[in-house]
């Protein structure tokens, strides 16, 4: 149901805006070593960039060969050109600055309210560009396909995730999809035993490693399902168990762990998704959302009419 994507390339000059993505994307899978690294780039990425790969080494207290495997692990080809993609997303954090300090992604205890509002907006606004920038089309395809031709479409998610997939869910319904959203390990496991190779999963994980949600997909590839995952980390369980993985990007700090930043780039890629389906069976579809529309419009209170001018 999948046609083959191309692999991923490491990245190069003109996709150095998303090397703060990436690394961030990395962090969990990376060692206690190479995250040092992360730690003391994302510090400070306009001054990393300035640094030999022996100051950074010496910074994050960890050898030159460590900071190799790093740039290997968030898929830059070299240090050279590491430095080359810091100082472009510097610079370009800079500029969406508006001339401003840039704000950092988590809240610190003396933040304002414009602070806080601030930093969340600008913040939200990233994860929409980088979770563009990143997106793999391919993958994106090959996810439009399997739910186009699905003859069933299963949702996994728990938590916030969950809210994700019942968006997703009522998108699809209101097209003719027959589609269930499971928030639960047990019920998710159960339709997981029922589905066939005609048929589509779609797991939802920020972390990619949340069980409830990566046991049922597993369940169902075991059935011969087609299996897409949505997580902001490509090298997470969750991802390594999938057909297909689609990769938001969005940057979840401790005091903004669940945050809604995590929810608004999952559901800019589930309508991403869902529009790819949708204009396959185009005027189908048109006519589908103009009923169900209607259904609900005549539900609807008319409004009260306002008195004529001059009357009463």
Not at 66 to 78: D, Q
Not at 135 to 161: C, E, K, T, Y
Not at 249 to 270: D, K, N, P, Y
Request: proline share 5%; charged share 25%.
């Amino acid at each position: 149901m999948t046609r083959p994507a191309e692999p991923r390339q490491p990245a190069e000059e003109g996709q150095d805006s998303i090397a703060l993505a990436r690394i961030y994307a990395a962090l969990p899978s990376l060692a206690p070593s190479e995250r040092r690294v992360a730690d003391a780039v994302l510090s400070d990425p306009g001054r990393a960039a300035e640094l030999s790969i022996t100051a950074l080494a010496q910074r994050a207290q960890t050898s030159v060969a460590t900071v190799m495997r790093f740039c290997r692990a968030v898929e830059i080809t070299n240090y050279p050109q590491l430095r080359l993609a810091l100082a472009a997303a510097a610079a370009r954090e800079d500029a969406l600055g508006g001339g401003r300090p840039v704000p950092g992604t988590d809240i610190g205890a003396d933040d304002t309210l414009r602070e806080i509002v601030d930093k969340i907006i600008y913040s939200e606004v990233r994860a929409l560009e980088d979770t563009g920038a990143e997106l793999d089309v391919d993958m994106l395809g090959n996810a439009v396909d399997a739910v186009f031709q699905a003859r069933r479409i299963d949702i996994f998610g728990v938590g916030a995730s969950a809210v994700v997939g019942r968006d997703l869910h009522q998108k699809l319904h209101r097209i003719g999809r027959m589609v269930f959203a499971w928030t639960d390990r047990h019920a998710a496991l159960t339709a997981s035993a029922l589905l066939t190779a005609e048929d589509v999963v779609v797991a939802i994980s920020h972390s990619g490693e949340t069980e409830d949600v990566v046991e049922p997909l597993q369940a169902a590839a075991g059935r011969g399902a087609t299996t897409i995952a949505l997580t902001n980390v490509p090298g997470s369980t969750l991802a390594r168990s999938a057909d297909v993985v689609l990769v938001a990007c969005a940057r979840e700090t401790s005091l903004r762990s669940g945050a809604t930043v995590s929810r608004i780039a999952q559901l800019a890629l589930v309508d991403c998704l869902f529009v790819g389906v949708a204009q396959r069976s185009f005027d189908a579809t048109s006519a589908a959302l103009h009923e169900t529309h209607q259904a609900v419009q005549r539900r609807r209170r008319p409004k009260p009419k306002r008195p004529a001018p001059g009357a009463g």
